[in-house]
Structures are given as C-alpha cells and as structure tokens.
C-alpha cells in the first residue's frame, strides 16, 4: 500500500505545478462534468486489456451519456467483448455499465465542482460472453468526484467502494492531471489505485492519455497504462483505450 499512496502524493505535490487537466474520458477517474440538459456525449471506443492468463478487447465500447437537466446526466456504456482466457475464448455483450451523475457543487458558485455518480455494472444474460447465470449483475459502485481550478492548474479527484454479491467491497480513488497544450490539444496523467476494505492488497494503475479535438462534434481521445504496484497474479500488463467522442 505504502508504494501506491507515495506514487498519490508525488503527483499530488509535483505534477500540479507544472500541470492543468480535466478527468474523465479516455481516463478511468470520472470528474464531475456533464453535458448540460438536452445534450449527448457519445464515446464510441476501442479498447484492449492483457493480463497474465486473459486478453481482451472490445471492439466497439460505446458509452452513451445524456444530460437530463444541467446538473444531471444518464449513462449507459454497452460493449461487444472478445475474450480469450488461457485456451478458452468468448465473443459477445461484456460488462454494461448503467448510472446516473449528479453535480451538486459548482465550482463558479462554491469554489470547486462534486458530484456523485452510483452507477450499475450488469451483464445482458441473452447476449453475454459469459455464459455462467450468476453474472447477471457484478457490482454497484459509488465514487464521489471532486474538480478544482487553481489559475492554470485543474487537479480531478475520485474516490469511491465498489460492492460485489460475491466478494468484499473494495475502496478505489484516482488523481488525474495533465497539460492543455493550446484549446485543441490536451495531455493527461492519471494515479488509480483499488483496495480491499482493510486497504491492504493494494493496485496502483499508472495511466497516460490524450485528448485531440476535431471540430466542435467530435474528438478523438486515447489512453495507455499498466498496473506498477500489484498484489495478485491477474493485475493488468497493458490497458489501452482509443475512442472518438462525439458531444452535440
């Protein structure tokens, strides 16, 4: 735990000096941004995950989100999977996320941004690559996301528990910063860490990514990292996420 909480607090300390980010997409630490009432920002990606005995890809994920008020925002994230675990290999609907955002500070008012974000991760019984019955739902997770802008400088936080019908919850949390380089061109930088609820057996996931904007609909963002402090044999190699976003 100690190495993952050091590599948190160098980037804390350091990165911000020389840094301004936004969280969220192509990163895994949401912020709490929304696309205002009546808007859409579609995520449609191509993302790859290897670990020791598993590979994955989902070709495409499309992360659909709508803001039903301005503070408010639906999601709904449904990817067709292809997995290969040692000799056995799988296609179909891999794990769907359904959720629901709310900001309730804004950081022109308060200072700073949050919002909570509960969110659903299911499987489509009809269409999973999974064919075992009990994986019809997997987890609830409940982050709460914090933004603040310090002049040039944006710092994204998250943390949150995710809960399991057949595991012990685990805590998690994420920092992520980054550089706008001009208003169509940003790098970012992100720290994830996941826990048990004791907060041993830590995972730190180092992950670097972009954001390139096209016009005003479309971007085209993407992201790469690996797991640097693991405690288990299945931690993540590679983890790479390549997407256009759409927003109108």
């Known amino acids: 735990m100690r190495s993952g909480i050091g590599v948190l607090l160098f980037a804390g300390i350091v990165l911000p000096v020389i840094c301004h980010a936004e969280a969220g997409p192509p990163m895994i630490t949401d912020d709490p941004g929304t696309p205002g009432k009546g808007h859409f920002e579609i995520n449609t990606a191509f993302t790859y995950e290897e670990r020791p005995q598993a590979k994955s890809v989902s070709a495409p994920l499309v992360d659909i989100n709508y803001g039903l008020f301005d503070h408010v925002q639906l999601k709904l994230q449904v990817p067709w999977e292809l997995s290969q675990i040692e000799t056995h290999s799988a296609s179909g609907l891999g794990e769907s996320i359904a959720g629901i955002k709310w900001r309730f500070l804004d950081e022109e008012e308060h200072g700073f941004a949050m919002s909570i974000y509960p969110q659903l991760e299911f499987r489509w019984p009809a269409y999973s690559s999974s064919r075992n019955p009990d994986d019809k739902i997997k987890h609830l997770i409940l982050p709460l996301d914090f933004e603040k802008a310090l002049g040039p400088v944006t710092l994204g936080l998250e943390f949150g528990l995710e809960f399991s019908h057949k595991a012990r919850p685990q805590n998690f949390g994420g920092l992520v910063l980054g550089h706008r380089f001009s208003e169509n061109f940003e790098l970012l930088g992100e720290v994830r860490e ?20 096209v016009n005003s609909l479309m971007s085209i963002i993407g992201s790469g990292g690996t797991a640097v402090h693991a405690p288990g044999r299945n931690s993540p190699r590679v983890l790479s996420y390549l997407a256009l976003q759409f927003t109108f």
């Open 194 to 213: 996941t826990s048990g609820p004791d907060f041993h057996r830590n995972e730190c996931i180092v992950n670097g990514g972009f954001r390139l904007k």
